[in-house]
């Protein structure tokens, strides 16, 4: 057996060393006594359920199929309309994620959850308004007393980084070039997705339901050979022809949709998910400078780029355009508080940009707030 596929089977003796590792090298930052990222209780909405449960006055409901997923959504308040199926083995549970079978991701202004199919456990991570991305998995076992474990160490691996996240607990939106395993090729440039990103580079090992006109995307591309074949050929996505797979409206040709809770993984989803994760990391980055005392110039200049952000400085404009096909688009402009002439900052645009007004909703969340 080759090392690539042994990999998922050292996954769980890797991740307990690795995790050693770095409880023993915590990053100062986190440890500041202005944040205190492992000793702080955060006060987010799944330590808000872990008391709910614990008090005797919500209880979760256990799926045959799902698990606690939809439980965990209703009780969150996390719509199904969210979904977004990623192939790539981009995450905890790479053993179980393959283009056969995605990883589900499912969110709201302040909750990201993941689920796999088969997987023993689920994935959930929230914004604190103090401490930023916290993370926690709920065990996939029918018990009568639920428990959100949180996780300081194994999940800060990846996001906690200072290329992806600027050194701070953050959120992740990945487009890589995936083959037929779902592994990414290393020589394929790899993108943490955002407002700026131009539509050709995002969704790379992400499947995609909608109809984008003209523009392209990598979303629902598979390499036709391995990672380990086409290891040493540079730029292999390049020539990758992707008008096939630009417009996809039903998965069902693509693997087994039915597992899921929605056939979709909707293109108006993944581009809001894409700018709200670059937002909250840009928040927490700002709090955390502000919190530790850090420098004026570095404050200000936190600042500066979450001002930006919010204001969709530099954002790739659409050129044709945008429509999903599930029904987050409706539900998500529901949400929003309206002025007296009816306007909301959640209002989507989606011929020209993404919001039809420049000034970003998570300007309303508790993180901002803070």
């Known amino acids: ?156 691996l990846c996001h906690n980084s200072p290329q992806v996240t600027s050194s701070v607990p953050g959120f992740i939106m990945r487009s890589v070039y995936a083959d037929r395993y779902g592994y990414a090729i290393p020589t394929a440039r790899e993108v943490v997705t955002t407002d700026q990103t131009p539509l050709e580079r995002r969704w790379g090992g992400w499947y995609v339901t909608g109809t984008v006109g003209s523009q392209r995307h990598l979303g629902n591309v598979i390499a036709p050979v391995t990672a380990h074949e086409i290891s040493n050929v540079p730029n292999y996505e390049a020539g990758v022809d992707r008008s096939a797979k630009a417009n996809v409206t039903d998965l069902s040709g693509l693997f087994n949709t039915k597992p899921y809770l929605s056939p979709h993984s909707d293109a108006v989803s993944l581009m809001v998910l894409a700018h709200q994760t670059h937002i909250h990391n840009l928040i927490t980055v700002a709090g955390y400078a502000a919190r530790t005392g850090s420098p004026d110039q570095q404050v200000e200049a936190a600042v500066d780029r979450l001002v930006k952000g919010m204001l969709f400085a530099k954002e790739t404009a659409l050129t044709a355009p945008v429509k999903g096909t599930s029904d987050f688009a409706a539900e998500f402009v529901e949400h929003g508080p309206r002025d007296h002439q009816g306007r909301s900052l959640r209002d989507l645009d989606l011929e020209h940009r993404l919001f039809r007004y420049p000034l970003s909703y998570m300007i309303y969340t508790e993180s901002f707030d803070a």
């Open 1 to 156: 057996m080759s090392l690539r596929f042994r990999v998922p089977l050292l996954l769980p003796i890797l991740v307990t060393a690795l995790g050693a590792l770095a409880a023993a090298q915590v990053p100062s930052l986190l440890e500041h006594a202005g944040i205190a990222y492992s000793s702080s209780a955060p006060a987010d909405a799944v330590a808000s359920l872990q008391h709910d449960l614990d008090a005797g006055t919500v209880t979760l409901d256990f799926d045959p199929a799902h698990g606690y997923l939809p439980a965990v959504l209703r009780a969150l308040k996390v719509p199904v309309a969210s979904q977004g199926l990623v192939f790539s083995k981009t995450s905890l549970q790479l053993d179980r994620i393959a283009p056969w079978t995605p990883r589900a991701i499912y969110f709201n202004d302040d909750v990201y959850v993941g689920w796999v199919q088969g997987g023993p456990i689920m994935e959930i991570a929230t914004a604190d308004p103090k401490l930023g991305a916290v993370f926690y998995t709920l065990d996939q076992h029918a018990t009568d007393h639920p428990k959100f474990e949180r996780q300081t160490q194994t999940c800060l």
